[in-house]
């Protein structure tokens, strides 16, 4: 294609990331190639450090670069509340949002008898531990709003019922949200859980 | 937002190529550490490679990693035939078609009175020097069927009138079209280039 394997080589990885396909794979490596000092020397160097440096938090779940991430290790954060997200990049999210200021618990995914994942598979018993451990009043269930998600929600839900408060996400319109671009099931969520002004 | 600094500034860089945002930025970031041994080590290892070696050709304006490239040292690939392409991901959309046999000149845009893109900009004389050196008999011009693209073609058809023989690509319905998703323009250009059964 480009008679150069490395170039070849470069593409053919870049195209198996999420997202991008042959064609924009091409696409970056050419404008990483062109903008050589500014793109791909930096990628090559951050990369490399990323791949030796990378971990998961072992109390969390979460991607950094320590055993413990700052998170955990952040006293501040030792607030007795535990916010339970499917992906570390649910927890990304939801430190962008900036509101939450207690820890989390990362689980990986969701219940699926069909994949055979089931709750050892997603640290839920590290989950009941950490309670315990961390002495948690408070687990918020952020899961994604699918029906996996809700279905793994009531699972965890049952499971700590008597050892700590449970709450869930609001579900409604989300801010800036036209309702005519909104689908039913958010509209009547949005509806049984109005507010009065 | 990961609470590290190298993933954080890894998904800055990643989030400037083109076709990738912040979110998918994130997405393969993760993505990239979960299969580190498939895809941050390889990605790591191939990008250093080819920064360190990928380079223009110095005759077509080809990217690959000699001073002269694959195509212009293939002497089977002297035909007479040289075909003007806008960017290198055009040449290599050409190659993937495998159909020409002959070099290429890569002029690296389109000219542009706004953008002060002239014909040096586009590396038109060298087009011409070529031409001679080359004994080039036929020149096909193979640029993008947008207005920018269609001007070009004339300047450079204007410019090379008498030394040359010149063809453009034709034009008309793509295989596998459906003329119900074609444009006006198209099948407009489809009926005038039509053909006897």
Redesign the interface.
Known sequence: ????N??D??IE??A?????GPR?A????????RK?A???????E??????R??RECLTCG????SET???CRDERRATGELCVVE???DL?AM??AGVFKGRYHVIGGTLSALDGIGPEELSLPRLKDRIEAEGITEVILALNATVEGLTTAHYIADMLEDSVRLSSLAQGVPIGGELDYLDEGTIGAALRARKPL
């Open positions: 294609m480009s008679n150069s490395d170039i080589r470069l990885i870049m198996r990331l999420p997202g991008l924009s091409r696409r970056a490596v050419l404008t990483m190639i050589r500014l793109l791909l020397g930096p990628l090559a951050t990369m490399q450090t990323v791949a440096t990378a979460n991607i950094g670069t991430c700052a998170i992906d570390v990049s990304w430190e962008r």
